[in-house]
């Protein structure tokens, strides 16, 4: 019977942690210049815990690989419009850094974003011409060849 509480209570506080009022996800999907490699960009926040956290997930795989922030920098506009923001994430597998994401965005507008690699090695990449985010709460699908 106690068990039975325990995981009505569990289910309970799980939802309520993430409701809408305090959970976010934006979903991107990206392409290199190439068409080659493609993978989602997911940020996840919460308003309530003020913790937010990213993760990337290539379209060929089948584990997301999580992004840890490093910094921002900002352009400043004359006009007040949005800044022009460089975000900074490093990427890690098996503990190991592995590479550095920058992200060139405007508000929620993402221009460009670069992939570059432990090895020096970058990759372009941009808002994918040929995906299509489905469902709620939005996964990338790409058209098979």
């Given at each position: 019977m106690y068990r039975y509480i325990g995981?009505?209570?569990?289910?309970?506080?799980s939802t309520s942690a993430f409701s809408e009022d305090n959970y976010q996800r934006s979903a991107y999907c990206l392409s290199s210049?190439?068409?080659?490699v493609n993978f989602m960009l997911v940020h996840l926040s919460s308003t309530r815990d003020g913790w937010n956290g990213s993760y990337v997930k290539y379209n060929k795989s089948d584990k997301a690989i999580s992004l840890i922030y490093n910094k921002s920098e900002y352009e400043e506009y004359p006009d007040n419009s949005k800044p022009m923001v460089e975000s900074f994430y490093n990427e890690y597998?098996?503990?190991e850094f592995n590479g550095e994401y920058i992200i060139s965005s405007q508000g929620a507008v993402i221009y460009d974003l670069v992939y570059r690699g432990e090895n020096g090695k970058e990759v372009q990449f941009e808002i994918s011409k040929n995906a299509e985010l489905?469902?709620?709460p939005g996964v990338c699908v790409w058209p098979r060849k």
């Open positions: 995981v009505i209570c569990a289910a309970v506080l210049k190439d068409g080659k597998v098996n503990g489905q469902g709620e």
